[in-house]
């Protein structure tokens, strides 16, 4: 019997309104879009793009994210609101694209749109203040692009998603580099704006902060962890996520079996394929991360999209396509953290043995966008000075979100994990077994304190001085002097190591000066 015409485009469509019904329904914001809060706070406070006040230091790592808030600050008060209607704007143009622009009449875009919905991975990250809905709605527009040879429109779409987030880059060259050869270099010239677009932020960026990255990669990425057991810890990752979200890691497994058997039809499925596999390798090569299943969502986003393409070339797509939807959500169900079995009330206070969490059970009561409704309270009110009075104006946190957004601009915080922290971001971790992905947690060195209450340089390690003083020199000198360019260009390329020598290779075994009672911790 042969389905009625349309029937595809309707049912896709229904599917794709409940999985955006599941968005809204478990809307929340996590403590670490409230970093990104404080930036756009103090940019419309008039401090410019400050964490901390007096500080040039780019804590965000989503400058188009960032931007998009900022915009939005002044229509909504409060970057709360922006941040979960720009979500779910987001995400429901993603699907919306998916279903629409189906080649399959509907029934390709069921069994995508099903596993996305059934997905916690995705239905967590497709609000959470984080820039994820974003690169998920220009990861559509630029499998779009690419599949219907819009070379202009690609680059442009691929430029944004860099600028969203520049290791996105990775998911993306697949499908670029098949648009290069497919048209034997012609696509090349079309695709500029994939270099220009982020390229020209990180000049900005270079000028203004001093650094074409944000801090958050040099505290993260830039240490001494043997790479045996980043791996290990990323493996942990996907393990984690098998355990509490099975259907994320069996759909991108499903979207690459689908594509490889449409690989001589569909070069484009190909690549988005490839594009997942590459997506979850950097995941495991980097350690994961702390909150479960963040770093899946783009993954699994475009195997999503090459298993549209590979049912659209299929015989039988209706039956198919009921086949895979049904079995994506009959696998969602097994797990109790499902986003189709948990409720309102959903809480989950802890994390596994490896250090990961479970972000969206850890914040959902209090920063969930129903709870917060169904209960009278608002978000996190910004700190101001005519409100907020701090009897020491310099501590030291872990968790510095929503308590340097509340904190205000007369706050500084000196962050242990470094995210926010230029200085510490450059001095070793003391790594041992145990640590936990994303927390690289740094002693506070003997005199940081004073220093940054006084004004007056206080640090009794001598090394740790001078590199304060490169830093003070990058991110609160003036702008356009020769003593900044000549600081830039020494912490982008040796940063402070010519300082520390033998030093930062042993941290354990050597004589730094830490302040009094902040040994280290793991976790």
Known sequence: MR???GTGRILAGLVGLASLGLVIRDAWVCDDA???????????LGHGLEWNVGERVLVSTHALWLGLLSVLQPLTGEPFWSAIGLSIGCTGAALALLVVRDDGGGWAAIAPVALLGSSKAFIDFSTSGLENPLTHLLLVVVALSASRQRDDRLGIAAGLLLLNRLDTA????????????ASRGAAARALWPVAAIPGAWMAFALVYFGEPLP???LAKLAQQIPAADRVAQGLDYLSNSWAWDPVTLAGIGVGLVASLLVLRRDPVALALALGSVVGVAYAVRIGGDFMSGRFLTAPLLCAAMGLARAVAHAPGRPALATLLAGGAIALSATSTRSPLRTDLDYSDQGWDETGIADERGFYFRAQGLWP????????????RPDTTHHEDPVIVERTIGARGYEGGPGLHIIDRFALSDALLARLPVRYGPGWRPGHWDRPVPEGYRATLRSGRQQLRDPAIARCFERVQAVHAGPLF?????????TLNTTGCTDLWGERWMHPQTTDWQWDGGSEPVVR
């Open 3 to 5: 389905a009625v015409p």
């Open 34 to 44: 409230y970093i990104t809060f404080r930036h756009v706070d103090h940019l419309w």
């Open 170 to 181: 990775l998911l993306v060259a697949p499908l670029l580099a098949w648009r290069v050869l």
């Open 215 to 217: 801090n958050t990669a």
């Open 372 to 383: 917060m409704l169904r209960d009278g309270r608002g978000p996190v009110p910004p700190g």
């Open 481 to 489: 002097t020769r003593a900044r360019w000549a600081a830039i260009w």
